[in-house]
């Protein structure tokens, strides 16, 4: 079965802090993507990674960096976390790389809480 | 890039009410369009797509259909459950050739008994 994990559901950080958020896919995806979900905004691409130690900034790159060095592993970084950056985080994975069938389905991770004080 | 606009919620029905939650896009050439459902408490998950024009994507009780004269992927279904309680997004490629997903703004279903 298909499996995206995230590394917590839910943290809770300090405004300055250096925050991790790990997610891990079993599938052997090419792609994988973090976005962050707010009320109202639905979701928004922040990176996007369609092979290893490849990436491109989606739509809110702004004060977030990524890291992907392991075809299953993909990194969200907050550098300096600060207070608008409490949100919640989804990862997703996909199969196949940066040209691709537009028929692929994106897997979701459960999602990271995050709440930054 | 391709575009999505999708109904605001929240939506509440009571059990067993017919459900149409309303989607329509703008896209080069005729894209994959997609329904993705996120349950309380978790991520999101393909309820059902479509790949082509005139299609028609069914899973759990819903359905959509690919209309390419109104631009529309609207999601029905017949009789909703308490179960069905969710949020519901619409979704298509950014552009062709790539993996990016453009999300509409989600509608929340509330379902009482």
Redesign the interface.
Same mark, same amino acid.
Not at chain 1, 25 to 35: G, K, L, R, S, V
Not at chain 2, 61 to 75: I, N, P, V
């Given at each position: 079965d298909v499996k995206v994990t995230q590394s917590s559901r839910y943290l809770v950080k300090r405004t300055g802090e250096k925050v991790f958020l790990e997610c891990v896919q079993d599938m052997d995806h090419e792609n994988m993507f973090w976005y962050r979900q707010d009320p109202g905004l639905g979701l928004r691409l922040i990176y996007f990674s369609y092979d290893v130690k490849m990436k491109e900034k989606g739509d809110i790159p702004e004060g977030y960096s990524v890291s992907r060095e392991k075809k299953e592993r993909f990194s969200l970084i907050l550098e300096s976390a600060s207070t608008n950056q409490t949100s919640m985080y989804l990862c997703a994975s996909s199969l196949r790389g940066r040209i691709a069938s537009s028929t692929d389905t994106q897997y979701f991770g459960p999602g990271t809480r995050l709440t930054v004080l | 890039g391709n575009s999505v606009t999708q109904m605001e919620g929240p939506v509440t029905l009571s059990e067993e009410a017919f459900l149409t939650i309303n989607c329509t896009y703008t896209a080069t050439g005729y /894209?994959?369009l #997609?329904w993705?459902v996120q349950y309380p =408490?978790?991520? @999101?998950? @393909?309820l059902l797509?479509a790949?082509k024009a005139d299609d028609k994507g069914s899973n759990k009780g819903f359905e959509a259909t690919y209309r390419k004269e109104t631009t529309s992927f609207h999601l029905e279904k017949g009789s909703v459950q308490v179960s069905d309680s969710a949020v519901y #997004?619409c979704a298509l /490629?950014l552009n %062709?050739? #790539?993996?990016?997903?453009v #999300?509409? %703004? =989600?509608t929340r279903l509330l379902v009482s008994p």
């Amino acid at each position: 079965d298909v499996k995206v994990t995230q590394s917590s559901r839910y943290l809770v950080k300090r405004t300055g802090e250096k925050v991790f958020l790990e997610c891990v896919q079993d599938m052997d995806h090419e792609n994988m993507f973090w976005y962050r979900q707010d009320p109202g905004l639905g979701l928004r691409l922040i990176y996007f990674s369609y092979d290893v130690k490849m990436k491109e900034k989606g739509d809110i790159p702004e004060g977030y960096s990524v890291s992907r060095e392991k075809k299953e592993r993909f990194s969200l970084i907050l550098e300096s976390a600060s207070t608008n950056q409490t949100s919640m985080y989804l990862c997703a994975s996909s199969l196949r790389g940066r040209i691709a069938s537009s028929t692929d389905t994106q897997y979701f991770g459960p999602g990271t809480r995050l709440t930054v004080l | 890039g391709n575009s999505v606009t999708q109904m605001e919620g929240p939506v509440t029905l009571s059990e067993e009410a017919f459900l149409t939650i309303n989607c329509t896009y703008t896209a080069t050439g005729y /894209p994959s369009l #997609f329904w993705y459902v996120q349950y309380p =408490g978790e991520g @999101l998950q @393909l309820l059902l797509k479509a790949t082509k024009a005139d299609d028609k994507g069914s899973n759990k009780g819903f359905e959509a259909t690919y209309r390419k004269e109104t631009t529309s992927f609207h999601l029905e279904k017949g009789s909703v459950q308490v179960s069905d309680s969710a949020v519901y #997004f619409c979704a298509l /490629p950014l552009n %062709t050739g #790539f993996q990016k997903l453009v #999300f509409g %703004t =989600g509608t929340r279903l509330l379902v009482s008994p």
